[in-house]
């Protein structure tokens, strides 16, 4: 059996290609080729991980057809308008980006938003668009480029590894077009609501029922039987016991005392534009404890944020923080372009002996819960705006849809206010099981367990549409 990896950017890499997922797709015979679009240095990162990878073959760069542009942007605001009648969620359409730079892009956006209203108005619409979208991509150049690789090829199966990029449609709908079996699996827990599904597939890989629901609901057009919960492989690395350190390992190389409590404060990207102010609360308050008993600070920061916004404060504080920075690299320095870093297989290890080894983990809305959650360690979310009239408002941030799967649960504890946050943590680290006892219920209710076997349950689901009529 031979199947094709699409891999549109440095961001799948961790997840599917470090884990078990291509020794288990190997072990069921399949030959694997992969089409990508991330810089040679991930490609000889991944082969010195990976070696029962055939083939790597690159996707050129191109240009979407304007055309196609506008009927994909058209089409997302007009799913999101009705995923936020359906959810009964108004900040849905907080992910449609409105501020834009470049009277082109502006002009665009606003065209779509103009014509998505009226096409929201019928699903039956929005489908044929849909297709036309399909048929102009089936005619890109670049599709017609890599066909004559898939020709070559013949795969069993298509699966791509990010179900929101735009750089797998020609792949995906010449493949398509040919009866080769499509897939894709669905990459992070809060994309489905998001409606940047670019293409159409024949099978689905989801974390949950959950999600599973949510495609249900949300695209009423994909049989039910099509989608396959199978989990993720993203959380298998903290059960591989050869990636654990010790602590007095970890901690004396980054200078961490090994006889403190350790709180990791987990920033996001710049589009959650408060992290700074979140960190120097955090910092002025931990600084008050009284130095014996006093936690220091774990600072990691997000792989994607290079703009400098933390420095001051980690200089102001540097014998209270400590910082252990992602290894997530480029291939030429100073290239910060999402599509160019990847993260080194280093990094895992850091991340997990980060986990390991804190004792609490306190951000904004981080998926970092989830990691600490699955070894069973607290998390702490901050629940107040820094600044007043805020551009983000914490209330509406934990309105978003993925926070809904919380329900009633005590996922995570809550710091409602600055003068909070001292008191919280020191309960967290004396008492964890009162601070967020639910982060288990939570986790199952997220990602089918057990969490190590994920790699095994894609893989079997793969291996049977591969042998089904």
């Known amino acids: 059996m031979k199947i094709i990896l699409i891999?549109?950017?440095?961001?799948?890499?961790?997840?599917?290609?470090?884990?078990?997922?291509?020794n288990e797709l190997t072990k069921r015979g399949f030959e694997i080729y992969v089409f990508h679009?991330?810089?040679?240095?991930?490609?000889?990162?991944?082969?010195?991980?990976?070696?029962?990878?055939?083939?790597?073959?690159?996707?050129?760069?191109?240009?979407?057809?304007?055309?196609?542009?506008?009927?994909?942007?058209?089409?997302?605001?007009?799913?999101?308008?009705?995923?936020?009648?359906?959810?009964?969620?108004?900040?849905?359409?907080?992910?449609?980006?409105?501020?834009?730079?470049?009277?082109?892009?502006?002009?665009?956006?606003?065209?779509?938003?103009?014509?998505?209203?009226f096409v929201s108005k019928s699903y039956g619409v929005i489908l044929f668009l849909e297709k036309k979208y399909f048929n102009l991509m089936l005619k890109t150049n670049v599709a017609q480029e890599l066909s004559k690789e898939i020709d070559r090829i013949q795969p069993d199966i298509v699966l791509n590894l990010h179900q929101r990029s735009m750089t797998s449609?020609?792949?995906?709908?010449?493949?398509?077009?040919?009866?080769?079996?499509?897939?894709?699996?669905?990459?992070?827990?809060?994309?489905?609501?998001?409606?940047?599904?670019?293409?159409?597939?024949?099978?689905?890989?989801v974390w949950s029922e959950l999600m599973k629901n949510d495609l249900d609901l949300l695209y009423p057009e994909i049989d039910s039987k099509k989608i396959k919960v199978v989990g993720t492989p993203q959380f298998e690395f903290y059960f591989n016991k050869k990636l654990h350190l010790t602590k007095s390992e970890f901690f004396e190389k980054y200078k961490l005392d090994v006889n403190k409590k350790t709180i990791c404060f987990s920033s996001n990207d710049t589009s959650s534009p408060y992290d700074p102010n979140y960190l120097k609360?955090?910092?002025?308050?931990?600084?008050?404890?009284?130095?014996?008993?006093?936690?220091?600070?774990?600072?990691?920061?997000?792989?994607?944020?290079?703009?400098?916004?933390?420095?001051?404060?980690?200089?102001?504080?540097?014998?209270?923080?400590?910082?252990v920075n992602p290894d997530w690299r480029t291939e030429n320095e100073g290239d910060d372009n999402f599509i160019n870093i990847f993260p080194s297989y280093n990094d895992i290890s850091l991340l997990v002996n980060?986990?390991?080894?804190?004792?609490?983990?306190?951000?904004?809305?981080?998926?970092?819960?989830h990691d600490f959650a699955v070894m069973n360690k607290p998390c702490l979310y901050f629940n107040?705006?820094?600044?007043?009239?805020?551009?983000?408002?914490?209330?509406?941030?934990?309105?978003?849809?993925?926070?809904?799967?919380?329900?009633?649960?005590?996922?995570?504890?809550?710091?409602?206010?600055?003068?909070?946050?001292?008191?919280?943590?020191?309960?967290?680290?004396?008492?964890?099981?009162?601070?967020?006892?639910?982060?288990?219920?939570?986790?199952?209710?997220?990602?089918?367990?057990?969490?190590?076997e994920n790699s095994n349950n894609l893989a079997n689901e793969l291996e049977k549409t591969c042998t089904s009529v």
């Not at 549109?8 to 890499?13: Q, R, T």
């Not at 196609?68 to 959810?87: D, G, P, Q, S, T």
């Not at 980060?354 to 819960?369: E, I, P, R």
């Open 7 to 22: 891999i549109p950017d440095g961001v799948v890499v961790r997840n599917y290609l470090y884990s078990d997922f291509v």
């Open 354 to 369: 980060t986990v390991l080894h804190s004792d609490v983990v306190v951000n904004l809305g981080s998926t970092m819960a």
């Open 169 to 205: 449609a020609p792949i995906i709908n010449y493949s398509r077009s040919k009866g080769i079996k499509t897939s894709t699996v669905i990459y992070s827990w809060d994309n489905v609501p998001k409606a940047r599904m670019v293409s159409s597939y024949d099978y689905y890989f």
């Open 37 to 117: 679009q991330i810089p040679n240095a991930a490609v000889a990162e991944i082969k010195s991980v990976s070696h029962d990878i055939k083939e790597f073959n690159f996707i050129p760069y191109f240009t979407e057809p304007f055309i196609a542009r506008i009927i994909r942007e058209v089409v997302v605001y007009a799913r999101l308008l009705i995923n936020k009648k359906k959810l009964k969620n108004e900040t849905i359409l907080y992910f449609w980006s409105r501020n834009q730079k470049g009277f082109k892009r502006k002009f665009l956006l606003n065209l779509s938003e103009f014509l998505g209203f």
């Open 281 to 323: 609360d955090l910092c002025e308050e931990i600084s008050k404890i009284e130095a014996t008993v006093r936690p220091q600070i774990l600072f990691r920061i997000n792989p994607f944020d290079k703009s400098g916004r933390f420095n001051s404060i980690l200089e102001q504080y540097k014998n209270l923080v400590f910082v």
């Open 384 to 452: 107040y705006d820094p600044e007043v009239n805020s551009k983000l408002p914490v209330k509406e941030v934990y309105q978003f849809q993925h926070f809904r799967s919380m329900n009633n649960l005590e996922a995570v504890g809550w710091i409602n206010t600055k003068l909070e946050i001292a008191a919280k943590i020191l309960k967290a680290i004396e008492e964890p099981n009162q601070t967020g006892k639910d982060r288990t219920k939570w986790m199952e209710l997220i990602v089918k367990h057990p969490l190590n």
